[in-house]
Structure formats: C-alpha cells, structure tokens
C-alpha cells in the first residue's frame, strides 16, 4: 500500500504562483494531478510517467502548469503559474501501478487527502 501526502496549497491572487507536492511513501508508477471545485466533478490536471517522459496536461492548464518528478525522493511537483480564479480546486495526487500515465481518474490505485487551492480575483 503506497500513502500520497500532498502539500502546498493555500490562498494566492490571481496571477500568482503556487508548487504543490505530493510525497509518496514507496515507489510509484506513472502519477497525476486531478482537482475538484465545490459542486462540481474531479477532473484531470496533469500526469506523468515513471520515467517523466510521458507528460500529459488538461487544455484548461496547459502554458501555465508544469508537472514533474524525483524518483529518487519519491515525490511528484506541480508548479502552478498565472493562477487563475478558476484553479481554485481540491488538488489531489494519484498514484498508479503501471508505468504510463492516463487521464482517467478510475486507472489510478493510490490518492492522496488532497491540498486546497484557492485564487483570489
């Protein structure tokens, strides 16, 4: 069994910066970054492959967000940049036990508490 323990988040203006982390306890496959807004369904925001050669992003965050890994430190990063109102989310790291990443939150085994996200207008 692999814990996901995801930190960084907090209150930001809009335009402003925020790097989240998400801290695994053993070693992990491909990984991902999905969000959930009050009232609304967990989407996909980002993943990764084990060897960070597979990089997929959602539409909505693509130029701003940048996904990326140290295997070495079993933890995964989310730099998140020009933050918008819109971003403001649950952030939850996903871990799963094959090497490249999907877009489907159902394909992944492990998560993480989740990280709250808020930007300010």
């Known amino acids: 069994q692999v814990q996901l323990v995801e930190s960084g988040g907090g209150l930001v203006q809009a335009g402003g910066s925020l790097r989240l982390s998400c801290a695994a306890s053993?070693?992990?496959?491909?990984m991902g970054w999905f969000r959930q807004a009050p009232g609304k369904e967990r989407e996909f925001v980002a993943a990764?492959?084990?060897?960070?050669?597979?990089?997929d992003y959602a539409d909505s965050v693509k130029g701003r967000f940048t996904i990326s890994r140290v295997n070495a430190k079993n933890t995964l990063y989310l730099q998140m940049n020009s933050l918008k109102p819109e971003d403001t989310a649950e952030y939850y790291c996903?871990?799963?036990?094959?090497?490249?990443?999907?877009?489907?939150?159902?394909?992944?085994?492990?998560w993480g508490q989740g990280t709250q996200v808020t930007v300010s207008s």
């Open positions: 053993g070693r992990t496959y491909a």
């Open positions: 996903a871990a799963r036990r094959l090497t490249l990443p999907s877009l489907l939150s159902d394909n992944y085994d492990y």
């Open positions: 990764i492959s084990w060897s960070g050669y597979d990089i």
